[in-house]
């Protein structure tokens, strides 16, 4: 079998997205609704049937040219499929690594977890991502189960038995209008919970002013797909975090991170960014030039450009009809991840922080630059904010990496910060160590008091 030209990721979504919960803002629910009506869902199972099953994981292995490789599992909800299932699973790519070493990440409201999946999850190593808003209040804002009810306690019940099963975790919160205005609660809840590695989703869904025109499945959809116009039809939901809200919410969390938990607590966006400061680009798809490497595939074996643009006008094909790796290194995927670069306004290629920021995920780029072009990043204003902000201390952290020192050095300059001589304090009117080009008592002096 011939690899892709360039490595991709498939998100898989072995039951679709079939879920056990309710969440309100969730934008995948409703797709139940629009692959049944254009006839690409089951009519009875959801389950991915076994033929595409092993299909998958040998045409994945097959086309990767990375000396291991890594599945990723979501929904939906995957714990619904049960343990067996995942044993299928583990089997098969034993059957099909050939000595690779595999590695497998799945995606958990958490809500299912118990002593049988906690064993198998630790036994093959499985590193499990927990979905989780916050503390109790702002969790169940939104994340409920199918009779509404508040869900926090279940989500906690299964944390808590990873952690007795020494699974290892990470965190995904969705950051929302809700919760948005609470940085520093959430991330010192999710740092007292034992998450050493965050992930943010900033909420952004758009919906229909009225129902679409009834073509390719719209019709039975409430939630707006990607642009690719003007679309004076649609407007933001009201559990859409406000960009300004976003932007303050990532700088909160940054200035706690930055003087205390640099090494120790990896927040991803943080991370992404300092690659992009050390000029190696991105590693999150969103802040990179072009996309098109992170595929989505649903339990039919349907491979889509991405797990936001799960629509008719963005399936590329099959597996069982057409190599993965076909698919992935197909036109019309090109084509998607170019678009992402060439589609950019003026008004972001002339950006200063373009290089960390490149526009971010084409499904927020739907509202008007100053100047009246479409296409700017509904969130431009808060990852202008927040890159800016971060700028003196990435640039600092940088160069301590390319001088062949931990970045986390860093956060003894800003709490204890002295002259370049070392003889005395340095004074609130002498320039900042950090490199900002701000007087000390307006930049570090006022964070570490």
């Known amino acids: 079998m011939t690899k892709a030209s360039r490595p991709f990721h498939v998100m898989t979504k ?38 595409v099953l092993e299909t998958y994981i040998r045409q994945y292995i097959l086309s990767q040219s990375t000396p291991e490789v890594t599945f990723a599992w ?7 499929l049960g343990v067996p299932f995942f044993r299928r699973v583990t089997e098969l790519q034993k ?57 926090f306690d279940m989500v906690m019940h299964g944390l808590e038995l990873l952690k007795a099963y020494k699974v290892e975790f990470n965190t995904l919160t ?61 407007e933001v939901t009201e559990w859409s975090v406000r960009p300004e809200q976003y932007g303050r919410f990532l700088v909160q969390i940054f200035d706690e991170w930055i003087l205390k938990d640099v090494g120790a607590v990896f927040v991803q966006l943080f991370d992404s960014a300092l690659g992009s400061w050390l000029g190696e680009g991105a590693s999150l798809c969103v802040f990179a030039e072009t996309c ?51 589609t950019l306004p003026r008004y972001c290629r002339e950006c200063s922080v373009r290089f960390a920021c490149n526009g971010e995920c084409p499904k927020h780029r739907f509202i008007t630059t100053p100047d009246g072009e479409f296409g700017l990043n509904y ?28 970045p986390s050095e860093i956060m003894a300059t800003l709490r204890k910060p002295q002259s370049t001589a070392g003889t005395r304090q340095v004074g609130r009117n002498d320039l900042c160590p950090c490199g900002s080009g701000q007087k000390y008592k307006k930049c570090c002096q006022s964070r570490s008091t």
């Open 14 to 51: 072995p039951i679709g997205p079939i879920c056990n919960l309710d969440c309100k803002y969730c934008f995948y629910l409703e797709k139940e609704k629009m692959l049944r009506a254009d006839g690409l869902a089951p009519a009875t199972s959801w389950q991915m049937s076994d033929e």
């Open 174 to 234: 969705v950051v929302n209008r809700v919760n948005s205005s609470d940085p520093l609660t959430i991330y010192r809840f999710l740092k007292e919970i034992g998450s050493g590695f965050i992930q943010f989703i900033p909420l952004v869904e758009r919906h229909f002013h009225s129902p679409p025109h009834p073509a390719n499945g719209l019709l039975q959809i409430d939630l707006a797909p990607p642009p690719r116009k003007r679309d004076p039809e649609c």
């Open 379 to 406: 969130l431009c204003a808060a990852y202008k904010m927040f890159f800016t902000h971060i700028d003196p201390f990435m640039r600092t952290m940088a160069t301590m990496l390319r001088q062949g020192r931990p």
């Open 74 to 80: 979501q929904g939906g909800e995957p714990t619904l």
């Open 292 to 342: 098109g490497s992170a595929l989505a595939m649903e339990q039919s074996g349907d491979v889509y450009s991405c797990d936001h643009f799960v629509y008719p006008d963005y399936r590329l094909g099959n597996i069982l009809q057409t190599n993965l790796a076909e698919l992935a290194r197909s036109q019309a995927q090109e084509n998607f991840g170019r678009d992402k670069q060439s």
């Open 95 to 151: 059957r099909y690594s050939d000595g690779r070493p595999i590695h497998n990440a799945i995606q958990t409201n958490g809500t299912l977890l118990d002593d049988q999946w906690c064993e198998f999850l630790a036994r093959e190593q499985f590193l499990v991502g927990i979905s989780i808003d916050g503390p109790a209040a702002l969790h169940d804002t939104y994340r409920v189960d199918k009779q509404q009810r508040p869900t």
